[in-house]
């Protein structure tokens, strides 16, 4: 079974940076496709970003564009993403999410997810 676990998640200052890592294990990391998800209180979960399982195909939800930057290394079985010019609309638990097959920014065909990781962004 595939296990995600994020991490990297914290308070920041509105204009700062964060990055967030998700490590997979139990499954053959380099075959999913890997995205971001995130959910801030009272709201819906939303798509961030996915990149498929080689790397070639990024997609970006257009808040994010320009701001977020997904990456992977498959060697490490770490998906990352490296989120700049924060702001507190930014501000959510965002979760990792995997499935075997293309990207999409559906959550409901995403199988595996991790607990997700706290990011605060305060004004």
């Known amino acids: 079974q595939v296990q995600l676990v994020e991490s990297g998640g914290g308070l920041v200052q509105a204009g700062g940076s964060l990055r967030l890592s998700c490590t997979a294990s139990?499954?053959?990391?380099?075959?999913?496709?890997m995205a971001w998800f995130r959910q801030a209180p009272g709201k819906e979960r939303e798509f961030a970003a996915a990149?498929?399982?080689?790397?070639?195909?990024?997609d970006y939800a257009d808040s994010m564009k320009g701001r977020f930057t997904i990456s992977r290394d498959n060697a490490k079985n770490t998906v990352f993403l490296q989120m700049n010019s924060l702001n507190p609309e930014d501000a959510a638990v965002y979760y990792c999410?995997?499935?075997?097959?293309?990207?999409?920014?559906?959550?409901?065909?995403?199988?595996?997810w991790g607990q997700g990781t706290q990011v605060t962004v305060s004004s």
């Open positions: 999410a995997a499935r075997n097959g293309w990207i999409d920014r559906e959550d409901k065909r995403y199988p595996y």
């Open positions: 139990g499954g053959t990391f380099s075959s999913y496709a």
């Open positions: 990149i498929t399982y080689r790397g070639g195909v990024i």
